[in-house]
C-alpha cells in the first residue's frame, strides 16, 4: 500500500478521497488554486501545495504543476477524482513517467473507452449491444444527414470525446441537423480540443441505468449493481436511486454479467461504469464507459457496504480484489439528491457566495452527506457548481424517500441560493414516488410544470 498520495481535485471529492487514505494510514498532498486558499480539502491533507491561479486552466489541469507537487511532495501516487484530468489518458502517461502511480486505468483504456465512438466499436466486438448509430465518426453535417434518413429521426449528436453533457445534441428533424453539428463540433473542440462527432438514433422513453464495476489487475472483475441515473436536465444527472425499479431480477443480472464482459475486454483496472440505455421493451443499449469514480458513487456505496475509493487504492497499489461476484448483496433502496449552488427559478444560473449559515442534516440511520463546505466558506464562481451530496437509504423506497424528505428539511444554507426546494418539489411529485420516470421526464415534462407554478 502506499505511504503518500496527492489528490489532484478539489470539493467534496477531494475531502471523500482524504479521508478514505486517512482510514487506511495513507499520508495525503492537497493541490488547491488561489481561489481556494481556504478550502476544507487543503486544510484536512497532509499537506498542501498552491498550484496556480484560480482559472483551472492554470492550477486543476495544469498537468506540470500536479506532477511538480508530487514530485517534491515525494507522493507515491496520484487519485484525479472525477473531472479534471480523471479521464486525461496524457497525463495519466506523463505519471507513469514520472514514476506515479496514477489511480486509475491505463492511459490506453482510457484512450480507448474515453472516445465514446472508439468504444461503440469494441463493444460491438465484445458482443455487447450498443445503440444504432454511426460506425465510427461522422465528418461532416451531410454526412450526418445521410445517417440520420436512415435512422429515422430523432437522432443524438455526440461528442466522440465527450463528456459533462457537452457537445450533445437533440436532433428532430432535417432542419435542426447541419446548425446542431456545427454547434456540437465546435463546443466540443473549445471543451476538449476535439470536434469529432457520431450519431445514434434516439431511444425514446428510455432509463438511463449505469454499473459499476471494479478490476483488479490480475484479471479479475466484478459489478456492484447498478444505479438509475434517469432523471436529468442538460444532461447533467439530479438524482439517483440503487436499485432501479424499472428493471427485473433477470434484467438486473443480465446487465451486471454484460459490464463485466465489457470491462473484461479492454482488460479494465480500476474503478469504472458501463452506462446503458433501458428501452420501453425491456432491452438496453451499452452508451460509454466512465473510466473513473463517479459523482455519485456514494449511492453504491450504501447500496452495498462496499468502500470503492478504498477498493481504488488497493487495486492501484498491486493488491488483487478480495471481494468475489457472489459476495456483492444490494440491500434496501438508496437514493442520493445533488445540492448545487444555483438559482433554479433564473434557469439555475450559478450562485457563488459566502456561506453565513450552514446546517447538514444527521443523525438517524442510512443518511450520509458529502461536502467541502462550511459557515463562512466562499463559494468560488469559477468551478463545478455542485457543493453536497445527501444520500438516504431505507429498508424500501418508500422509506428512502421520507428520509431524503426530512433530511432536505433540515438542511440550511444561508447566504447563497441553491437547488434544494427544486429537489423537494421533485422528491414530491407523485410520478417520482411511484417511479414513473424515464430520461425526459425531468427535462420535457416536470421542469416546464415547475417553471409554471413558479410564475402563478
Not at 505519471?95 to 484512450?111: L, M, S, V
Amino acid at each position: 500500500m502506499f505511504n503518500k498520495i496527492l489528490v489532484a481535485n478539489r470539493g467534496e471529492i477531494a475531502v471523500r478521497i482524504i479521508r478514505a487514505c486517512r482510514e487506511l494510514g495513507i499520508a495525503t498532498v492537497a493541490v488547491y488554486s488561489e481561489a481556494d486558499k481556504d478550502a476544507l480539502h487543503m486544510q484536512l491533507a497532509d499537506e498542501a501545495i498552491c498550484i496556480g491561479p484560480a482559472k483551472a486552466t492554470d492550477s486543476y489541469l495544469n498537468m506540470q504543476s500536479i506532477l511538480s507537487a508530487a514530485v517534491v511532495t515525494k507522493a507515491q501516487a496520484i487519485h484525479p477524482g472525477f473531472g479534471f484530468l480523471s479521464e486525461n489518458s496524457i497525463f495519466a502517461t506523463m505519471c507513469q513517467e514520472c514514476n506515479i502511480t496514477f489511480i486509475g486505468p491505463k492511459a490506453e483504456t482510457i484512450d480507448q473507452m474515453g472516445n465514446k465512438a472508439n468504444a461503440r466499436t469494441l463493444m460491438q466486438a465484445a458482443n455487447v449491444p450498443v445503440i444504432p448509430g454511426s460506425d465510427g465518426f461522422i465528418t461532416d453535417a451531410k454526412d450526418a444527414e445521410e445517417l440520420a434518413e436512415k435512422l429515422g429521426y430523432p437522432v443524438m449528436l455526440k461528442a466522440a470525446a465527450g463528456g459533462g453533457g457537452k457537445g450533445i445534441r437533440k436532433v428532430a428533424n432535417a432542419d435542426e441537423l447541419s446548425p446542431a453539428f456545427n454547434s456540437a463540433s465546435s463546443e466540443a473542440k473549445a471543451a476538449f480540443g476535439d470536434d469529432r462527432m457520431y450519431l445514434e438514433k434516439i431511444i425514446e422513453h428510455a432509463r438511463h441505468i449505469e454499473v459499476q464495476i471494479l478490476g483488479d489487475h490480475f484479471g479479475h472483475v466484478i459489478h456492484l449493481g447498478e444505479r438509475d441515473c434517469s432523471l436529468q436536465r442538460n444532461n447533467q444527472k439530479v438524482i439517483e436511486e440503487s436499485p432501479s425499479v424499472a428493471i427485473s431480477e433477470e434484467q438486473r443480472q443480465l446487465l451486471g454479467e454484460t459490464a463485466v464482459r465489457a470491462a473484461k475486454y479492454v482488460n479494465y483496472q480500476n474503478a469504472g461504469t458501463i452506462e446503458f440505455l433501458l428501452d420501453q421493451d425491456g432491452k438496453f443499449y451499452f452508451m460509454e464507459m466512465n473510466t473513473r469514480i463517479q459523482v455519485e458513487h456514494p449511492v453504491t456505496e450504501m447500496a452495498t457496504g462496499i468502500d470503492i475509493v478504498k477498493e481504488q487504492l488497493k487495486i492501484a497499489s498491486g493488491l488483487p480484489l478480495e471481494i468475489q461476484q457472489e459476495e456483492v448483496t444490494i440491500t434496501g433502496h438508496t437514493i442520493e439528491c445533488r445540492i448545487n449552488a444555483e438559482n433554479p427559478a433564473f434557469h439555475f444560473a450559478p450562485s457563488p457566495g459566502k456561506i453565513d449559515y450552514l446546517f447538514l442534516p444527521s443523525g438517524g440511520l442510512g443518511l450520509r452527506v458529502d461536502s467541502a463546505v462550511f459557515a463562512g466558506y466562499e463559494i468560488p464562481p469559477y468551478y463545478d457548481a455542485m457543493i453536497a451530496k445527501i444520500i438516504t437509504k431505507g429498508e424500501n423506497r418508500a422509506e428512502a424517500i421520507a428520509k431524503m424528505k426530512r433530511a432536505l428539511g433540515e438542511l440550511v444554507i444561508d447566504g447563497i441560493i441553491t437547488n434544494q426546494y427544486f429537489q423537494e418539489d421533485l422528491l414530491a411529485d407523485q410520478r417520482f414516488v411511484e417511479g414513473a420516470y424515464d430520461t425526459s421526464f425531468l427535462q420535457d415534462i416536470f421542469l416546464d410544470e415547475w417553471e409554471q407554478q413558479q410564475t402563478n
